[in-house]
């Protein structure tokens, strides 16, 4: 067993109490965060100045104290008719909150007295929203032009938790101090202990031949003063001292992995109402925001379709309201045509995510199921969500028939705003494998 003593002034002796605390905290406020992010519309997710609330249990830091509940103790009150010397006053019920009558227990702003608000950066807030987050089956090609932020060692510095503490590298620092500071002692007592017995054999030399010895024997009970001195000096080098901690640093730092593609397809035509177009547009913005925020160099292609499909602008994407019927092959086939021209497979990872209510004229179909199979095997993954269906659609079929061929292909259905965010953290989830939810 081996036990560390944190000597440093930092005011607290509790620094791992404090780590699991923070853990706490981010896990409370991470699961509000994931809360608005199914509830609230995007606008409201959006609007950094709405403060969140987190319930306070366990949010406070273990500390060591008396136990006073059983111990005796004294205590003057105020004088009444009701109670007299010897009377027992009996507990007040437990459950009663700090509001006023009427108030419900309700606090400040319309928290509860067991909640808190916390104002979050629009930073803060998407770096919760996407933790844990990344675009699968990312692989290196000849081109390294996307960068993602990853933490790497950053050698030791002198101040950190103890929890991180390197011992090998502390102990190392500590033996070379020892040894710094006892080589002049060691050679200073060296050199007096080489005196004390110079003049021990000139005293026994002096007292043979009967002479006087008091001056050389003076001078000897200096030296071996000066020889407990310094041993006591040596003695007291502490084994470590607050210089010789190291602990071991983390920081983040851009990495080159390689360069992708997203292909943002949604389905504009008249069968897409409001409801499944808002669901829609919710998940692409997820994604939207997943990518800028977590990559530098991903390249966004995006197109809306009908009976026609063209390349758009993010604004005409997102703020597009069309009508008409309803064909998905062309869609597909404007993408194969797209990666064909601008963006060859073996230098880019190609993703695809397409979003549409199912509705598709069924003389299409075969065309759907052609062109998927012409493309799926030049892309990383393709993501397919259906909004608002209470049933599967024959081209959600498809595409469920054509997944087993290609694990690739990732399916998921939403009918209800509050799905939109679970999905997408089950697509993109790192190092977890994303099942088809027909």
Request: aromatic share 6%; charged share 30%; proline share 4%.
């Given at each position: 067993?081996?036990?560390?003593?944190d000597?440093?002034?930092?005011?607290?002796?509790?620094?791992?109490?404090?780590?699991?605390?923070q853990?706490?905290?981010?896990?409370?406020?991470?699961?509000?965060?994931?809360?608005?992010?199914?509830s609230?519309?995007?606008?409201?997710?959006?609007?950094?100045?709405?403060p969140?609330?987190?319930?306070?249990k366990?949010?406070?830091?273990?500390?060591?104290?008396?136990d006073?509940?059983?111990?005796?103790?004294?205590?003057v009150?105020p004088?009444?008719?009701?109670?007299r010397?010897?009377?027992?006053?009996p507990?007040?019920?437990?459950?009663?909150?700090?509001?006023?009558?009427?108030d419900a227990?309700?606090?400040?702003?319309?928290?509860?007295d067991?909640?808190?608000?916390?104002?979050?950066?629009?930073?803060?807030?998407?770096?919760?929203?996407?933790d844990?987050?990344?675009?699968?089956?990312?692989?290196?090609t000849?081109?390294?032009?996307?960068?993602?932020?990853?933490w790497?060692?950053?050698?030791?510095?002198?101040?950190g938790?103890?929890?991180?503490?390197?011992?090998?590298?502390?102990m190392?620092?500590?033996?070379?101090?020892?040894?710094?500071l006892?080589a002049?002692k060691k050679?200073?007592?060296?050199?007096?202990?080489?005196?004390?017995?110079?003049?021990?054999e000139?005293?026994?030399?002096?007292?043979l031949q009967g002479?006087?010895?008091?001056?050389?024997?003076?001078?000897?009970?200096?030296?071996?003063?000066?020889?407990?001195v310094?041993?006591?000096?040596?003695?007291?080098?502490?084994?470590?001292?607050?210089?010789?901690l190291?602990?071991?640093?983390?920081?983040?730092?851009?990495?080159?992995?390689?360069?992708?593609?997203?292909?943002?397809?949604?389905?504009?035509s008249?069968?897409?109402?409001?409801?499944e177009?808002d669901?829609a547009?919710?998940?692409?913005?997820?994604?939207?925001?997943?990518?800028h925020?977590?990559?530098?160099?991903?390249?966004?292609?995006?197109?809306?379709?009908?009976?026609?499909a063209?390349?758009c602008?993010?604004?005409?994407f997102?703020g597009?309201r069309e009508g008409?019927?309803?064909l998905?092959?062309?869609?597909?086939a404007l993408?194969?045509e797209?990666?064909?021209?601008r963006?060859?497979?073996?230098?880019w990872n190609?993703?695809?995510?397409?979003?549409s209510?199912?509705?598709?004229?069924n003389?299409?179909l075969?065309?759907?199921?052609e062109?998927?199979?012409?493309l799926?095997p030049?892309?990383?993954?393709?993501?397919y969500?259906?909004?608002?269906?209470?049933?599967?659609?024959d081209?959600?079929?498809?595409?469920l028939?054509?997944?087993q061929?290609?694990?690739?292909?990732?399916t998921?259905?939403?009918?209800q705003?509050?799905?939109?965010?679970?999905?997408?953290?089950?697509?993109?989830?790192e190092?977890?494998?994303a099942?088809?939810d027909?």
């Amino acid at each position: 067993m081996s036990i560390i003593i944190d000597r440093r002034n930092s005011g607290t002796r509790s620094t791992a109490n404090q780590d699991r605390l923070q853990r706490r905290v981010r896990g409370r406020i991470k699961a509000a965060v994931e809360k608005l992010a199914r509830s609230r519309s995007m606008n409201d997710i959006l609007d950094v100045q709405q403060p969140i609330s987190i319930p306070t249990k366990d949010l406070h830091e273990p500390s060591f104290r008396r136990d006073l509940r059983d111990a005796p103790k004294e205590q003057v009150l105020p004088g009444n008719k009701q109670y007299r010397r010897g009377d027992l006053i009996p507990k007040p019920d437990d459950g009663g909150g700090s509001g006023k009558q009427g108030d419900a227990g309700g606090g400040i702003d319309g928290l509860g007295d067991d909640e808190i608000a916390i104002v979050l950066t629009a930073d803060e807030f998407l770096a919760l929203l996407f933790d844990g987050l990344a675009l699968p089956n990312l692989r290196q090609t000849h081109r390294e032009d996307v960068e993602v932020e990853k933490w790497r060692r950053a050698g030791f510095i002198k101040d950190g938790s103890p929890s991180r503490m390197h011992i090998g590298r502390t102990m190392r620092t500590a033996r070379a101090r020892r040894i710094g500071l006892r080589a002049r002692k060691k050679r200073e007592l060296e050199d007096l202990l080489e005196q004390s017995l110079v003049l021990e054999e000139e005293i026994r030399t002096r007292g043979l031949q009967g002479q006087d010895t008091s001056i050389e024997r003076f001078r000897l009970s200096e030296i071996q003063a000066d020889v407990k001195v310094l041993e006591r000096k040596i003695r007291a080098i502490p084994f470590i001292d607050e210089s010789d901690l190291r602990f071991a640093h983390i920081d983040q730092k851009p990495f080159p992995i390689t360069s992708a593609v997203i292909f943002c397809v949604m389905d504009v035509s008249g069968s897409m109402g409001d409801i499944e177009k808002d669901l829609a547009k919710r998940f692409f913005l997820l994604l939207y925001l997943f990518i800028h925020r977590q990559y530098r160099a991903v390249e966004l292609v995006f197109i809306k379709h009908h009976t026609e499909a063209s390349e758009c602008t993010e604004q005409q994407f997102f703020g597009s309201r069309e009508g008409g019927g309803t064909l998905v092959s062309p869609a597909l086939a404007l993408v194969g045509e797209i990666i064909a021209k601008r963006f060859v497979p073996d230098n880019w990872n190609i993703y695809v995510a397409q979003a549409s209510d199912g509705d598709n004229a069924n003389e299409d179909l075969p065309a759907v199921q052609e062109r998927l199979q012409s493309l799926l095997p030049q892309l990383r993954n393709m993501f397919y969500l259906e909004v608002n269906q209470e049933q599967k659609s024959d081209l959600m079929r498809i595409y469920l028939d054509t997944a087993q061929e290609y694990p690739g292909l990732l399916t998921a259905r939403a009918s209800q705003v509050a799905d939109i965010y679970p999905l997408f953290r089950k697509l993109f989830a790192e190092r977890e494998e994303a099942r088809h939810d027909g």
